[in-house]
């Protein structure tokens, strides 16, 4: 029951996303990827929110509560699992392992990011500029 919990809000954040990140990059107009910067602020506003709630005042079955956290907002960002695992970790007192979280996660993404790229380049040879 768990797995369709996820699946079904991995499907709703999927397309929750879609649709709010080109809507915000359209309405900005401008060249800075605002539309994945809010969906990103607002993922991980709305994974404190859960967490908050669910750890407190509001539990939830374990089904609805993984629904929600990994299944939607895992759907509308992973960015919010990374900030919640961040701020997790600042809160319980591991402070340099949050900053090392952050440190390694950008290093290491965007140096796979630009390590995919230049497979293919050597594969395939020059392929068109990234947009």
Do not use: D
């Not at 509308?76 to 990374?82: E, I, K, M, P």
């Amino acid at each position: 029951m768990k797995w369709l919990f996820i699946a079904g809000g991995g499907a709703m954040g999927s397309l929750a996303r879609y649709g709010l990140q080109g809507f915000i990059q359209r309405a900005s107009g401008l060249g800075f990827p605002l539309g994945t910067v809010a969906v990103n602020v607002i993922g991980c506003l709305l994974a404190g929110i859960f967490y908050g709630l669910f750890n407190g005042p509001w539990p939830v079955r374990e089904e609805l509560r993984l629904g929600l956290i990994v299944g939607l907002l895992g759907g509308f960002t992973t960015f919010s699992a990374f900030g919640l695992a961040t701020f997790l970790m600042t809160h319980e007192g591991h402070a340099r392992w949050a900053l090392l979280n952050v440190v390694v996660s950008c290093v290491l993404g965007l140096g796979a990011v630009w390590f995919g790229y230049r497979l293919v380049v050597w594969w395939f040879g020059t392929p068109v500029p990234p947009a």
